[in-house]
């Protein structure tokens, strides 16, 4: 009986595979896009119905090319665009927003020569999704500020304001801000921008005092002492610059004291430690860091190029390195004691 059954069951599997064999080889009778239905609210704003899809500047959207019937033989796909400075279509069917406008996205297989052409379209409405909201994490040896921005600042100064389905919104939050960053300090400065899908989020950071503030990126650093303006800039696909300000000053903090971690430090022989790592400075942001390290026995520990170096394997070998900054107001050494594990 068993023999019987694993028969039929053979049987069965080979019929299935060459049906659906054969209904893969048949030819594709016609194609269209598929995509993910977008929200209402999207919708009814772009008048976008189910010949259409919305794309914001600057976002990508990924879209289906689905073929009737399902089961044919698939063939590649050549993607094209009428608009290439509204919409870009990716080999893949990828669509990337770059301007504010309408297109067509079209989709092709086959070709007029072979007799077999099928073609599908698809409209495409691009605009600029605006920023609604910043936020600022201010992230700094002497101080931390966390605020959500705005009102927003135009490039004439006066109050800027986003343009929201035809109606003015004014930014949540304040960007009243006066800090005092330490010489030689590091300032990070992290956004996040709401919604997230904006069409423009990356802030540039710049500075009306670059003889006091040095900026690389979202980094800023105090390399002499004064007062000066920070400006965050981000800018829209509209007339408006919109401008985030701080008004920050820069002054020496002189360090108070320099210690080791620890009394005491064992490390393995012929081995080498980062030195910065085994020291605090006090405060934290002091401005001038400048140490220097001695060694009781050179031999066995010395201290050079920011590492301190274990020269023996001798077990239970002790030295005891000073660290010294005369210019400390307080501690100007501390020593500890290094010995071979």
Request: net charge negative.
């Amino acid at each position: 009986m068993k023999k019987v059954y694993l028969i039929s069951v053979v049987v069965l599997s080979v019929f299935a595979f060459f049906s659906c064999k054969e209904k893969t080889n048949l030819p594709i009778e016609d194609i269209y896009f598929g995509w993910v239905p977008e929200e209402e609210a999207i919708l009814t704003k772009y008048g976008i119905g189910t010949d259409g899809v919305f794309v914001g500047v600057n976002n990508t959207k990924v879209t289906s090319v689905i073929q009737e019937p399902v089961y044919a033989e698939w063939v590649f796909v050549n993607y094209s665009t009428s608009d290439s400075a509204v919409v870009t279509v990716s080999a893949d069917g990828v669509l990337t927003g770059v301007g504010k406008g309408i297109a067509e996205v079209y989709a092709q297989i086959g070709s007029e020569k072979d007799g077999n052409l099928k073609k599908a379209s698809l409209k495409v409405y691009v605009d600029t999704i605006q920023v609604t909201k910043i936020a600022i994490d201010i992230a700094a040896n002497s101080f931390s500020d966390y605020s959500k921005i705005g009102p927003l600042k135009g490039a004439d100064g006066q109050d800027s304001t986003v343009t929201e389905n035809g109606a003015l919104k004014v930014v949540e939050g304040s960007i009243e801000n006066t800090d005092t960053l330490f010489l030689n300090d590091r300032a990070v400065m992290q956004s996040t921008i709401e919604p997230l899908d904006a069409s423009f989020t990356e802030m540039i950071w710049t500075t009306d005092r670059p003889d006091v503030f040095d900026i690389k990126g979202d980094t800023i650093t105090a390399i002499a002492e004064g007062s000066g303006k920070i400006y965050g800039r981000m800018k829209q696909n509209h007339p408006e610059e919109l401008t985030i300000e701080y008004n920050w000053n820069v002054k020496t903090e002189p360090l108070e004291r320099v210690v080791w971690t620890a009394g005491s430090h064992k490390m393995y022989g012929n081995t080498s430690e980062d030195v910065y790592k085994l020291i605090v400075y006090v405060p934290s942001f002091a401005s001038d860091k400048n140490v220097t390290f001695s060694s009781s026995n050179p031999e066995l520990f010395g201290v050079a190029n920011g590492k301190v170096y274990c020269y023996s394997n001798k077990s239970g070998e002790q030295a005891v390195l000073t660290v010294s900054a005369p210019q400390a107001t307080e501690g100007q050494e501390d020593v500890c004691t290094f010995k071979i594990k």
